[in-house]
Nanobody, 133 residues
Framework: QAQLVESGGGLVQPGGSLRLSCKAS????????????IGWFRQAPGKEPAGVAC????????YYEDAVKGRFTISRDRAKNTVYLQMDSLKPEDTGIYYC??????????????????????WGQGTQVTVSS
């Protein structure tokens, strides 16, 4: 079964940077990654996953959670069929499991990102990000 695969997580000190990557396990999801709605959802310890950065082709909009604005950037490289989350100036509260997700572009990015991870048509297994000194 096709799925998304995240990578790039790890342990980083406060103020550091990480770049997460998301690829499809096979080509059947490439159109989703390249043209549909994509999002990064973070599950902080003891909490449900919540959207932090999303893009929707329904209106070509991008949304960032207030806490990550100016520090995180979502992007996609169609030539590589890959979605990225560049995370700079990391803080301890950014700690969590980061999931990549994709769905058909039914909503604007803000609506999509405020939905739940499990409403997506596809999502990955997640990659752990720990920000600690």
């Amino acid at each position: 079964q096709a799925q998304l695969v995240e990578s790039g997580g790890g342990l980083v000190q406060p103020g550091g940077s990480l770049r997460l990557s998301c690829k499809a396990s096979d080509f059947t999801l490439n159109d989703y990654l390249n043209y549909y709605a994509i999002g990064w959802f973070r599950q902080a310890p003891g909490k449900e996953p919540a959207g932090v950065a999303c893009f929707s082709s329904s209106d070509s909009s991008t949304y960032y959670e207030d806490a990550v604005k100016g520090r995180f950037t979502i992007s996609r490289d169609r030539a590589k069929n890959t979605v990225y989350l560049q995370m700079d100036s990391l803080k301890p509260e950014d700690t969590g499991i980061y999931y990549c997700a994709t769905d058909r572009p039914r909503f604007s990015a803000v609506t999509y990102c405020n939905g739940t991870l499990y409403e997506n048509e596809y999502w990955g297994q997640g990659t752990q990000v720990t920000v600690s000194s």
